[in-house]
């Protein structure tokens, strides 16, 4: 019971500081949607085409818009020193893990309810359906589950807005590419037994990489 | 079961500090080379040195925040390894940083660090720390427009909301004018009366005078010099600091 009002603790200082200064959703939000009107324009209103790169341009915005946003999950945090003070408090390192990572969590699924309406108007895809509503709720969780980890690694380095990308993106395919052929199919219309099978393997890897991810946090913050 | 530490006639169970050995490297560069330390309860020990020697990454190690790379470190007789949290709830910290979110009000600061400790009854410890750093009318605004000297006598409630036994404080006045510098020693000095054990590294001789009981100058992460009771005069305190923090150790 501790450890969760600790975790809800960091959850709800980082959401009121965010409240309070739209630093983080505001410009991620702008920049995700500026994406989206590219895209768009980029591939023209060929509805045959814009279905066929639909599900890739939607997970290469929300890849983006996931850097974007975990690069800044630790900075607010370093920059006012807060880190060591957090460290000194009586807490579990894996508290400010989750802490953290849900407040991420919140920022990037508040940032996608936003998203997701104008990518269905622009694109006139059916992308508000419950399939494509879980599809992207559980890769946003693999996705700031170890976006939280690496964010706290890059910290440290001087080139920390290059850092992140670098160690992210490659661990995430597995994620994206499921994320892309599940949502190939469920826009599509495919029942929900055919879209099973990527959607456990994005479940099964967001349970590695929360696991893996926690055990491993205590390393990145200490040096 | 009390022990005999040897050179001081005290016990383990009033020993709030030991350290045996204790090294810290990054990667190549020794911090801390084999320090030897025994602090008692209630002590104020003041540590001295050139920048680089090592006070900070010190007062990490002791804080928690960082591990040893070898040696053996006790705090209130617990490692720090298999303790930590239990070691960081009689801690507090006071540094130049002051751990506070400037987009926080002093009271959501102070309320966000007594959840971080679960202290109980924290609206009425809040209002008491805030009035011992005389902060009362500005605790609802938010830490960004206050002024350094405000924000540090913030970091000191938000260190003492949770009636730690032990104070570590690097180089607190630093950043700070006058003013602001009196008003923190000022608090220092009542809790100097108390039995808090209190450790400070900084580089004002005239405070380590004023408020510490025992000195060590730590020089390329070695203790050079160490002098206990107060017997010594601001001029020779020069001299000897001038002396130890230059030498190779």
Same mark, same amino acid.
């Given at each position: ?78 920059? %006012?020193?807060? =880190? ?65 980890? @690496? ?15 670098? =160690? @992210? ?55 | *079961?009390? *022990? ?15 350290? %045996? ?13 084999? =320090? ?11 540590? =001295? ?49 002051? @751990? ?129 009771? %107060? ?10 600091? %001038? ?7």
């Amino acid at each position: 019971m501790k450890f969760w009002n600790q975790v809800i603790s960091i959850t709800w200082k980082d959401t009121f500081s965010e409240i309070r200064t739209r630093e983080v959703i505001s410009s991620v939000l702008v920049f995700t949607l500026l994406v989206i009107v590219i895209f768009n324009f980029a591939f023209g209103a060929n509805q045959e085409t814009l279905r066929l790169v639909a599900p890739g341009i939607l997970w290469v915005t929300f890849t983006f818009t996931g850097v974007l946003s975990l690069n800044r999950a630790f900075i607010p945090e370093k920059e %006012q020193g807060c =880190l060591e003070g957090l460290m000194a408090c009586p807490i579990s390192r894996e508290a400010i893990y989750v802490g953290k990572m849900l407040a991420s969590l919140l920022f990037m699924l508040i940032i996608e309810a936003i998203a997701l309406p104008v990518f269905a108007f622009l694109f006139n895809l059916p992308v508000l359906t419950l399939p494509m509503v879980t599809i992207t709720i559980l890769a946003t969780i693999g996705f700031v589950a170890v976006g939280t980890l @690496f964010s706290a690694l890059a910290i440290n380095t001087r080139a920390r807005e290059m850092v992140l990308p670098i =160690l @992210f993106l490659p661990v995430m395919v597995p994620v994206i590419i499921s994320a892309v052929n599940a949502s190939k199919m469920a826009l599509s219309g495919k029942p929900w037994n055919e879209l099973a099978s990527w959607i456990q393997i994005i479940g099964v890897f967001d349970v590695i990489f929360l696991v893996v991810s926690c055990l491993i946090f205590t390393y990145a913050i200490e040096e | *079961m009390a *022990m005999d530490n040897g050179d001081t006639g005290s016990t383990f169970q009033d020993q709030v500090i030991e350290i %045996q050995g204790l090294t810290k490297a990054f990667g190549h560069h020794l911090a801390l080379r084999g =320090l030897d330390l025994k602090i008692r309860q209630g002590e104020k020990v003041a540590i =001295l040195g050139p920048n680089g020697a090592g006070k900070t990454t010190l007062i990490k190690v002791l804080a928690t925040i960082i591990n040893i790379t070898s040696g053996k470190v006790l705090i209130t007789g617990l490692n720090p390894k298999d303790n930590a949290e239990e070691i960081r709830r009689q801690i507090g910290v006071i540094t130049h940083q002051t @751990f506070l979110y400037g987009n926080l009000t002093a009271n959501e600061n102070l309320e966000f660090y007594g959840r971080m400790y679960d202290i109980p009854q924290r609206k009425k410890r809040i209002n008491e720390v805030a009035d011992m750093v005389r902060m009362t009318p500005r605790l609802y605004d938010r830490v960004n427009t206050l002024s350094r000297g405000m924000q540090q006598r913030i970091a000191i409630a938000r260190a003492l909301l949770h009636k730690p036994t032990i104070l570590l404080l690097d180089e607190p006045e630093t950043g700070l004018d006058p003013q602001a510098t009196s008003i923190l020693w000022e608090i220092l000095n009542v809790e100097r009366e108390d039995k808090r054990t209190i450790f400070l590294t900084t580089h004002s001789l005239e405070r380590v005078l004023e408020i510490s009981n025992r000195l060590l100058i730590l020089n390329q992460g070695k203790f050079a010099y160490e002098e206990s009771g %107060q017997t010594l005069s601001l001029a020779d305190l020069k001299q000897i600091y %001038q002396h130890y923090s230059e030498i190779e150790v």
